[in-house]
């Protein structure tokens, strides 16, 4: 997790996307829906900018139910999962390639970016930082988003640089007409078992009938905090879980040593959603940070972004079978 979280003002956004050229370029909403997932590859974006073509490709990704994790507009390992994934669910070869067999599975005529109204809801519940000491997070009231940008961010999905890169001049107030991606509705099922991948980095949902549901990149364990191992089931879920810190049960955050209640909020230490696993302490839950998904360790337990874990939690029911594996790649069973 970063030192601190700090909302800018409102006035010094576009200022920053036009100082050294530090932040991502601006991105035009044409520029995306009509790029050419075939292009990938191909054309060269700076250091750090997003691809429209890569945004394309994640939303498109994320609408098929293979989550890319944010969607950035940048090229990586969490994208490569993600084909994998998409080409597991459609019982073709897994290699994480982006084929013209997998771009001509996923392409459709939906825009990919749509306008948005803000709402006076959005600017509601803000806080002005998160702090990083669990101490500090106890004092509050609640762990919110630290401005509108953010909470948009989550909402759709998208990493927050690409939320400025395609509203650089907006303050974002209510009332205002923003860009924001498109990634369709959650996904919709019932899920018989749950696979947590160590090795890839990743859980597959599977139906009964033992097709392949969902895909997400995820944060399983670390080198000092391993997840567990074996077959465990889900004992159930909370929503908005305010978190108990106990340093003799879990892990030692800073100098803290006694017991603490940390408020409920989307930057909390396990998001805004926890499925409780039957194996004790552990769970399946969401991020303060979701850009560090798959990136940095966990403290044993099994990190997805907050709208994925929002959207297995809905698929679940206490039963359901999570098995920790180490495969090489996403297969269907």
């Given at each position: 997790?970063?030192?601190?979280?700090?909302?800018?003002?409102?006035?010094?956004?576009?200022?920053?996307?036009?100082?050294?050229?530090?932040?991502?370029?601006?991105l035009?909403?044409?520029?995306?829906?009509?790029?050419?997932?075939?292009?990938?590859?191909?054309?060269?974006?700076?250091?750090?900018?997003?691809?429209?073509?890569?945004?394309?490709?994640?939303?498109?990704?994320?609408?098929?139910?293979?989550?890319?994790?944010?969607?950035?507009?940048?090229?990586?390992?969490?994208?490569d999962?993600?084909v994998?994934?998409?080409?597991?669910?459609?019982?073709?070869?897994?290699?994480?390639?982006?084929d013209?067999?997998?771009?001509?599975?996923?392409?459709?005529?939906?825009?990919?970016?749509?306008?948005?109204?803000?709402?006076?809801?959005?600017?509601?519940?803000?806080?002005?930082?998160?702090?990083e000491?669990?101490?500090?997070?106890?004092k509050m009231?609640?762990?919110?988003?630290?401005?509108?940008?953010?909470?948009?961010?989550?909402?759709?999905?998208?990493?927050?640089?690409?939320?400025?890169?395609?509203n650089p001049?907006?303050?974002?107030?209510?009332?205002?007409?923003?860009?924001?991606?498109?990634?369709?509705?959650?996904?919709?099922?019932?899920?018989?078992?749950?696979?947590?991948?160590?090795?890839t980095?990743?859980?597959?949902?599977?139906?009964?009938?033992?097709?392949?549901?969902?895909?997400?990149?995820?944060?399983?364990?670390?080198?000092?905090?391993?997840?567990?191992?074996?077959?465990?089931?889900?004992k159930?879920?909370?929503?908005?879980?305010?978190?108990?810190?106990?340093?003799?049960?879990?892990?030692?955050?800073?100098?803290?040593?006694?017991?603490?209640?940390?408020?409920?909020?989307?930057?909390?230490?396990v998001?805004?959603?926890?499925?409780?696993?039957?194996?004790?302490?552990?769970?399946?839950?969401?991020?303060?940070?979701?850009?560090?998904?798959?990136?940095?360790?966990?403290?044993?337990?099994?990190?997805?972004?907050?709208?994925?874990?929002?959207?297995?939690?809905?698929?679940?029911k206490?039963?359901?079978?999570?098995?920790?594996?180490?495969?090489?790649?996403?297969?269907?069973k």
């Amino acid at each position: 997790m970063s030192s601190m979280k700090t909302a800018l003002p409102m006035s010094l956004l576009a200022l920053a996307f036009s100082v050294g050229g530090a932040a991502a370029r601006e991105l035009r909403p044409e520029e995306i829906n009509t790029a050419s997932i075939a292009s990938i590859g191909t054309e060269k974006s700076g250091p750090g900018d997003p691809d429209p073509a890569i945004v394309r490709l994640q939303v498109l990704l994320d609408r098929a139910g293979s989550s890319p994790g944010v969607i950035d507009g940048l090229s990586g390992e969490n994208v490569d999962k993600a084909v994998a994934g998409f080409e597991a669910m459609n019982n073709l070869p897994v290699d994480g390639r982006l084929d013209p067999e997998v771009a001509s599975r996923l392409e459709g005529n939906a825009p990919i970016v749509e306008s948005y109204v803000v709402s006076a809801e959005d600017a509601a519940g803000l806080v002005d930082k998160i702090p990083e000491d669990y101490g500090e997070k106890a004092k509050m009231q609640s762990l919110g988003y630290t401005s509108v940008a953010e909470k948009l961010s989550e909402r759709f999905h998208m990493g927050i640089d690409l939320v400025h890169a395609l509203n650089p001049a907006s303050q974002f107030a209510p009332g205002d007409t923003v860009w924001v991606v498109n990634p369709g509705p959650p996904r919709e099922g019932k899920v018989k078992r749950i696979e947590a991948d160590r090795k890839t980095g990743q859980v597959l949902a599977y139906a009964a009938d033992g097709s392949l549901l969902a895909v997400y990149p995820a944060t399983i364990g670390s080198e000092d905090n391993p997840a567990p191992s074996g077959k465990h089931k889900v004992k159930g879920v909370a929503r908005m879980p305010v978190y108990r810190y106990d340093p003799k049960r879990n892990f030692k955050q800073g100098k803290n040593d006694k017991v603490l209640t940390i408020p409920k909020g989307p930057n909390g230490p396990v998001g805004t959603v926890w499925i409780d696993l039957t194996e004790p302490t552990y769970g399946i839950h969401g991020t303060p940070e979701p850009k560090l998904i798959d990136k940095v360790g966990s403290h044993g337990c099994v990190r997805l972004t907050n709208w994925d874990a929002e959207e297995l939690a809905d698929m679940v029911k206490p039963g359901v079978l999570v098995d920790f594996v180490n495969r090489s790649s996403a297969r269907p069973k």
